[in-house]
């Protein structure tokens, strides 16, 4: 009799426990509204796409701004870029996926004083910050394969001309910052191989008069190089200049009016600091490891050496936070033989322009910060960069 007593009160005592671990769950559940109105956050280029293509948008763009009201249950809408259509347009498995989706940012919340500090967090989706990147990232032979052109430094623009045969072109090296250098360069890709030519392009460095003392200037040359065949993660090469400096290059680039101070120098009269006469054969590689970052596209992180000045840096293409898409470089140099360290970083937001810029064009400041002439740490270069996106996303 005693023994039934404590199992019945055993059984109770376990039932309340049960129903108490539960009830926050439960009043969670009935406290948590639907969301009606909201933003896709451009996190699944598949569903992106597969949207546009059924409301006829050519061509589908995967970082699309893409708006659902579902407000009203008979005039259920979905804005594409600006342009809105019925919801009953799409099928209904696409409707589904498009209700269901979990990445969304309320279009109809209360925005108070302490929104400034908890927006930010809310919309951080710490599950995506990192992902597995796509195959054509870590593709040996398929990597240089790149949509992306930008006006200066950063990763080469590789056009495919038959699958793991192309081109690439660059302005700047792939690691330097803005009217840094006059360094140009054009290659040729074939399974996992690459062999072209860089050239200088004075243009751009003679945009900036003054903090040139930590400029890379170069001739003519040649460079050779061959991604090792288990995943796109290590690049080795070689680059050599195929010809000297001409004594009025040399004035150009150290003493002329265009580029005036560009040598400075000690009360003693010895050279403080000097630009980088790029002279000589170099072993070059570039250890990387693809990852895709916040949704990016294309992203990765590196270490390099390239012509003795070794780099650790993150590239990313069409990161998504909060709604934004943007471009993030960071490149850090050092152990340089001539030049002083230096840290580059560029930011170019997407969705400024409209029409077919919406989402091809991102623009936004890049930075140079690095020893002044004076000898203090500060900006030695600064100017608008400009991106533009020519091919779909890989």
């Known amino acids: 009799m005693a023994a039934d007593r404590l199992k019945f009160i055993l059984l109770i005592l376990f039932s309340l426990f049960i129903t108490i671990s539960n009830s926050p769950l439960l009043f969670a559940q009935e406290e948590e509204e639907p969301i009606l109105y909201y933003q896709m956050e451009p996190l699944d280029d598949s569903l992106f796409i597969k949207i546009q293509e059924e409301l006829f948008i050519d061509p589908p763009d995967p970082k699309a701004e893409i708006v659902v009201d579902i407000r009203n249950a008979t005039d ?75 006006i200066m430094g950063g990763e080469r623009f590789g056009i495919p001309l038959k699958k793991d045969i192309g081109i690439s072109i660059g302005f700047g090296t792939p690691y330097s910052g803005p009217l840094e250098t006059n360094y140009t360069d054009v290659s040729f890709h074939i399974l996992g191989f690459r062999g072209g030519v860089f050239t200088a392009v004075d243009a751009m460095v003679e945009l900036k008069g003054s903090e040139n003392h930590n400029n890379l200037f170069v ?17 080795i090469g070689y680059l050599s200049s195929s010809s000297k400096f001409a004594e009025s290059q040399i004035l150009k680039y150290t003493k002329q009016t265009v580029n005036k101070e560009n040598i400075i120098l000690n009360p003693d009269g010895t050279i403080k600091y000097q630009p980088y006469l790029l002279q000589g054969g170099f072993l070059t590689y570039e250890f990387r490891y ?8 294309r992203s990765k992180f590196y270490f390099a050496n390239f012509i003795d000045e070794f780099h650790a840096g993150f590239m990313g293409r069409e990161l998504t936070l909060a709604g934004s898409v943007f471009d993030l470089r960071m490149d850090y140099m050092f152990n340089s ?17 409209d ?25 030695t270069s600064i100017f608008v960069n400009i991106r533009v996106k020519v091919g779909s996303s890989l």
């Open 76 to 150: 259920q809408t979905i804005s594409v870029k600006g342009s809105l259509y019925p919801l009953l347009a799409l099928k209904p498995e696409t409707r589904a996926r498009i209700i269901t989706y979990p990445f969304k940012l309320n279009l109809e919340e209360t925005i108070n004083y302490g929104s400034l500090f908890t927006r930010v967090l809310d919309k951080l989706r710490f599950n995506n910050i990192l992902n597995p990147p796509t195959v054509f990232q870590i593709s040996p032979t398929l990597g240089y394969i790149n949509p992306y052109f930008q």
């Open 219 to 235: 001739t003519n040359g040649y460079q050779l190089a061959y991604t090792i065949p288990f995943g796109n993660f290590f690049e």
């Open 290 to 297: 693809p990852v895709k970052v916040l949704g990016a596209t």
């Open 337 to 353: 033989p001539v030049r002083n360290n230096q840290f580059v970083m560029d930011i170019s937001v997407q969705k400024i322009f």
């Open 355 to 379: 029409y077919w810029a919406y989402s091809a064009i991102a623009i936004g400041p890049s930075v140079i910060v690095s020893k002044l002439k004076g000898g203090g740490i500060g900006l």
